[in-house]
């Protein structure tokens, strides 16, 4: 069976529609995708050591556990074991009200996790067929965009500081600590903010965010120039990430990659422009795509795309300012809190107030599934509704799940070495990815 | 694409700007494969729903009943309506993304008793794994065809299926309880 290529996509190079393995060229497992199985002959020859790598490893982002198996320094067998950090988030925000529900998905993916609940957010909304305030709309984009910086600030700092360049965590953490001096400022709170609520959000944007805000667009193109002097041209790093961990398009696609992994194998692909949400349809930005698969490519994309979300960040506050004084949070008593000054005055505030906070407001039935574009990729959330004031269930596209089971594809003729490069170029999460 | 053309089709169904195209149980993979071809190249997950108990009263977590007012949970009124009922108990989704302008995505659906098996998908897209292995841990779905059907998220010997309705929140046994 055989099917012609799509050519209405935009990519870099042309690829073809992904056929099962095995198809030419593929590189997946054959038997299980997610395992790389030791070559029989090998087996026979007793030369092969079986090590366990995690789960409690500085250097797995959490507790990822690969069981692998080493001729020499080569990788010749690997299998990756996660659910180290299964915390049964989704049964029991089955037992929460809707409401409740607001702060769970920000602890799931706890390095994107603005991103993580602005999905659960736009899911709950979806279902309401709530209308969002324009000042809300971009104040979520601003700071998406700037959780994004910080995400792949994280990556880039442990995964260099991984890679023997330990100035670079320095120097990447000193403007992550600018970011989440800017959440403390809006929100209270330096992660997990729970500042997007179903309708708007929390709160307005207070008084001299804009102009700390200001601050730090204009401080972060120098920073990142830093980076890349840092890194760009030490020959350590160019050698150690070059051409290391392929993964092909076809590859990519047909292991669930997403956002930066797959954009760095060459699909350009990023559902902030193809299937537009918040403002994204509104500022103008461009998409980093690199050819090559690799784990200096991956490293590329997160490092442009960071300048790309410096430009929608300098949007987003352009308009903001233009916004100010309008209101932050839908006006839907039956889903929204009255504001804190009614409460003395009306009756009917404190009614409402009493009803959402106690028994939580209900959303419509259906089933739904929203997805975004987190900094780690396509973020989902599927929701069940029966009518009632708590979910019926609740399910979350991981991107850092996908993103791992493409571990054993990239770790051919690896050798130990580039394990660590590897692992941490994927950039999962384990909270994402046990969920 | 014309949905009722897949192989096993049963319904076809719009809601929240969504398409929901409910399959044959049997005939799943198959449909899939279509699909495929069709240009839904890229596989985004794989979830079950138990549907044990919907719309019925008392249902562990539930303020709100079916039947109206319940006089032992205050400030309660039930449902505003009953949901509506399900074929079976329950439903396996399959959400799939066409990576074209425009983009164009789709559930698949199909329906389970309980220990009925399904067919795996992991030959159409590799990514199915571990989607079709948390399903298991989590669920209980049988899929048929797996390469490596094992838990994937819950250690080795656990029991039961935690996100199964009939299984308790806080359900996990505790050693040294009063009843020992």
């Known amino acids: ?190 992660m997990h903010t729970r500042y997007f609520q179903v ?26 120039d830093d980076y890349l002097a840092l890194l760009d041209r030490n020959a350590i790093w160019l050698e150690r990430t070059k051409g290391v961990g392929l993964l092909s398009p076809e590859d990519a696609i047909a292991l669930g990659q997403t956002g930066p992994n797959l954009r760095a194998s060459g699909v350009d692909w990023d559902l902030r422009r193809d299937e537009p949400y918040l403002a994204y349809g509104q500022v103008d930005f461009r998409v980093p795509c690199y050819p090559n698969g690799d784990v200096y490519d991956r490293y590329r994309v997160r490092m442009d795309e960071m300048a790309e979300s410096v430009r929608i960040v300098d949007q987003c506050l352009r308009r903001l300012e233009r916004l100010e004084g309008k209101p932050w949070i839908a006006d839907d008593r039956k889903v929204v809190l009255p504001p804190r000054e009614e409460l003395h005055t009306s009756m009917e505030s404190l009614i409402h107030h009493f009803k959402i906070v106690t028994e939580g407001f209900r959303v419509p039935e259906g089933e739904i599934y929203v997805a975004i574009e987190s900094p780690r990729g396509e973020s989902g959330c599927y929701l069940v509704s029966d009518g009632g004031p708590k979910p019926w269930r609740v399910h979350f596209r991981a991107p850092s799940f996908a993103a791992l089971e493409a571990t054993a594809t990239c770790m051919q003729d690896a050798l130990i070495a580039d394990l660590v490069a590897i692992v941490g170029s994927l950039d999962a999460v384990m909270g994402d990815t046990d969920r | 694409m014309t949905w009722d053309a897949l192989p096993g089709f049963v319904e076809l169904k719009e809601s929240f700007g969504e398409t929901t195209v409910t399959i044959e149980t049997g005939r799943i993979r198959e449909a899939c494969e279509r699909v495929r071809s069709e240009g839904f190249t890229f596989l985004a997950d794989i979830v079950a729903t138990d549907y044990l108990g919907w719309g019925h009263k008392g249902v562990s977590g539930y303020i709100g009943t079916a039947s109206g007012r319940d006089l032992n949970h205050p400030s309660t009124q039930g449902y505003q309506a009953l949901p509506q009922l399900k074929p079976k108990r329950f439903s396996l989704s399959y959400h799939l993304l066409a990576m074209r302008q425009p983009p164009e995505r789709v559930r698949l659906q199909c329906w389970l008793d309980e220990d009925e098996p399904v067919e795996s998908v992991v030959s159409v897209w590799p990514t199915a794994d571990w989607h079709e292995r948390e399903q298991f841990d989590l669920m209980g779905i049988r899929f048929e065809g797996h390469p490596n059907l094992a838990r994937l998220l819950l250690p080795d010997d656990w029991d039961g299926h935690p996100l199964r309705k009939d299984y308790p929140l806080g359900g996990e046994p505790v050693r040294f309880s009063d009843a020992e």
């Open chain 1, 1 to 190: 069976m055989t099917v012609a290529p799509d050519r209405t996509m935009r990519s870099m190079r042309d690829w073809p529609v992904v056929f099962p393995p095995p198809y030419e060229g593929s590189r997946i497992p054959t038997r299980v995708p997610t395992i790389l199985d030791v070559p029989a002959e090998l087996l026979a020859t007793d030369d092969v050591l079986q090590i366990n790598f995690g789960p409690n490893h500085p250097s797995t982002h959490g507790v990822l556990r690969l069981i692998v198996d080493l001729d020499g320094e080569q990788v010749v067998g690997l299998n990756a074991v996660i659910g180290y950090l299964h915390t049964g988030f989704e049964k029991t925000m089955e037992h929460k009200t809707w409401w409740k529900c607001v702060t769970y998905p920000e602890r799931i993916d706890y390095v994107g996790y603005q991103n993580a609940e602005l999905v659960f957010v736009l899911a709950v909304e979806k279902l309401l067929e709530l209308e969002v305030p324009e000042k809300a709309t971009w104040m979520r984009t601003l700071l998406c965009e700037l959780n994004r910086i910080h995400s792949h600030l994280v990556f880039l700092g442990t995964s260099a500081l991984e890679l023997g360049a330990i100035s670079m965590f320095w120097y990447c953490f000193r403007e992550r600590e600018m970011i989440l001096d800017l959440y403390e400022m809006v929100a209270g709170a330096r």
């Open chain 1, 199 to 224: 309708g708007g959000l929390a709160e307005d944007i207070p008084p001299g965010f804009f102009p700390e805000c200001r601050t730090f667009v204009e401080w972060m193109p120098h920073a990142l």
